[in-house]
């Protein structure tokens, strides 16, 4: 009877934080997951996260978003580097444990366009995460439009459903500086968020 009883007042704690106002997705809680994977050889395949209540949001890091549940642990971040110069480029990190030395093809696949960019594990702040970058004015960051909703898959790291969004597309014009007239107001779109339930790294 015990044990029935606090497995319903657990049970019931969890939904009242989930029906508050939940904290955004960080980059922290991927550092205790990433602790669980094996030391050695292949770790596990991992499933496909549930995106249905993912948002795309802005980080305190200009030109930097990430992509997640509220209250949960980051899924995906996509960040601008060196924008509007001849060498402006994307990074796109999927926050999934990785084994030291694995390389492998993410597809983005979205709205007309399939893109397979090179990822690699990378060290980032203290554990190993799929990252890579392409430049900003490849064509198939296009996949990103919001008309419909694309997915980001790395093998072993299951699928992730990305939810339209205006904002990806945004960053991507931000960052190649299609329109240098109109290159100010975006960048403004990406200056530090207000204070709020939104994804933050």
């Keep these: 009877m015990k044990i ?10 969890a939904v009242g934080l989930l029906s508050g106002c939940k904290p955004p997705p960080t980059d922290a809680a991927v550092a205790r997951v990433s602790l669980l994977a094996p030391a ?9 996260p549930d ?6 949001s802005q980080t305190s890091t200009p ?12 899924l995906l971040a996509l960040e601008c580097l060196e924008a509007g110069q001849a060498e402006a480029r994307l990074r796109i990190t999927r926050h999934a444990p990785a084994d030291e030395g ?6 983005l696949i979205g709205n007309g366009w399939i893109g397979r960019f090179p990822v690699g594990a ?7 995460l799929w990252q890579g970058e392409m430049p900003a004015r490849t064509r198939e960051w296009n996949a990103l439009k919001p008309e419909r909703e694309a997915t980001v898959t790395v093998p072993g790291a299951g699928l992730v459903r990305l939810n339209a969004s205006p904002l990806p ?5 931000a960052c ?6 109109k290159a100010p107001s975006a960048l403004n779109l990406f200056a530090p968020p207000a204070a709020g339930p939104s994804p933050i790294s």
Excluded: F, H, K
């Design 4 to 13: 029935t009883t606090l497995t319903a007042l657990t049970g019931l704690a």
């Design 40 to 48: 050695s050889g292949p770790s596990d395949p991992l499933p496909s």
């Design 51 to 56: 995106t249905s209540l993912a948002i795309w």
């Design 63 to 74: 030109l930097r978003l990430v992509y997640g549940v509220p209250g949960q642990p980051v």
């Design 102 to 107: 694995a390389a492998a093809l993410l597809a």
């Design 122 to 128: 990378t060290a980032v702040d203290g554990r190993m």
């Design 169 to 173: 597309m945004t960053l991507v014009a």
């Design 176 to 181: 190649r500086n299609d329109a240098r007239e």
